[in-house]
């Protein structure tokens, strides 16, 4: 059964740093990993998505990095700006079963002025 | 660009009421697929509809039932509304329900329970 865990799960930092969510999920066998953005009582944005056959996936300050060997993905977040204020979630889609994504519960990241 | 729209925005119920939430997926799509978001907590998989009939189910009770219409628009039921069932309810639709279907998501339907 595929679980998926974000660590850690809220994050503070100052304005200009660099940072990594981390992402780890338990098998292996999957088709694609997507990271979301969630603010506050709001629905899902999607950031990036990266496919099996795909390492990494980049989108102007963002890159997400997948290795399925070892079941983690990094989402990494250059100069964080305060508007990157948010709850960042990473879901797993297996290959087993219906398809749908199985979600880790978040990391909640706010980035200080 | 994700098309999916759901109705209403928000919603307030009391304990033992049933409640309907309704989704319109992107257009070209004929595959909706459900979730629900406690507070805190990720996303969790309700059920699938595909070309009108129920393609899988997560772990939630058979008052949790769902509809999707031939214009493959979708609703999900609730009955006996518990105050456990607050939460964000998703939607999100994809062309079919091979791998490389894309699940596009909705803003999100927020239900109270009292």
């Known amino acids: 059964k595929q679980e998926v865990t974000q660590i850690p799960a809220a994050l503070s930092v100052p304005e200009g740093e660099n940072l990594v969510l981390n992402c780890s999920f338990t098998d292996s066998a999957i088709y694609n990993l997507q990271w979301f953005r969630q603010d506050p009582g709001k629905g899902l944005t999607s950031l990036l998505l990266?496919?099996?056959?795909?390492r990494e996936q980049t989108s102007g300050r963002l890159n997400a990095s997948l290795d399925k060997s070892s079941g983690r993905s990094t989402l990494y977040i250059a100069a964080s700006q305060p508007g990157d204020s948010a709850t960042y979630l990473c879901a797993a889609f297996p290959t087993s079963g219906t398809y749908k994504y199985i979600f880790g519960t978040g990391t909640r990241l706010k980035v200080l002025a | 660009e994700t098309g999916v729209t759901q109705s209403p925005t928000h919603l307030i119920k009391t304990r033992g009421q049933q409640v309907t939430l309704r989704c319109s997926s992107q257009?070209?799509?004929?595959?909706v697929s459900w979730y629900q978001q406690a507070l805190g907590q990720g996303p969790q998989f309700i059920f699938q509809?595909?070309?009108?009939?129920?393609?899988g189910r997560g772990n939630f009770p058979p008052r949790f039932s769902g509809l999707q219409f031939p214009n493959y628009s979708s609703e999900l039921n609730v009955n006996a509304l518990e105050l456990d069932d607050s939460a964000l309810y998703l939607c999100?639709?994809?062309?079919?329900?091979?791998?490389?279907?894309?699940?596009?998501f909705g803003p999100g339907t927020r239900l109270t329970v009292l």
């Open positions: 999100a639709s994809s062309r079919g329900v091979t791998s490389t279907d894309t699940q596009y």
């Open positions: 257009s070209g799509h004929n595959t």
């Open positions: 509809y595909y070309r009108e009939e129920e393609n």
């Open positions: 990266i496919q099996s056959s795909q």
